[in-house]
């Protein structure tokens, strides 16, 4: 098992040392609906690099936000979902949304 990270004193803290990466709010976002595969958020998200992507998906799958399935196939199929922790963040990320929905309609005057 791997050794637990020291997590800052503050709660805010906490969650943004999590999801802070502008990459890992979008996996959410897109994992949010269902089960995604590589290929598709690769898709989804737009301008990431695979291995921006991939370290992205590692260390939210090692602070327990998703889980990872490998089918042995050829070529391999590799698929990504939220566990329930990852989904306990949806609030958060429609709460993102409303503002950010908000502060674009307030802008465009």
Known sequence: MPEKKELPA??????L????????VLILRDLMPGTKRFGELKKSIGHVSQ?????????MEENGLLTRQVF???PPRVEY???ELGYSLKPILDAMEHWG???KT???S
Do not use: G
């Open 106 to 108: 307030m802008n465009q």
């Open 101 to 103: 929905a908000d502060y």
């Open 81 to 83: 979902t939220l566990t």
């Open 51 to 59: 291995k921006v992507l991939t370290s992205n998906l590692r260390d």
């Open 72 to 74: 042995a196939e050829v």
């Open 10 to 15: 503050c709660p805010v803290e906490t969650t």
């Open 17 to 24: 040392t999590l999801i802070s990466d502008r990459w890992k």
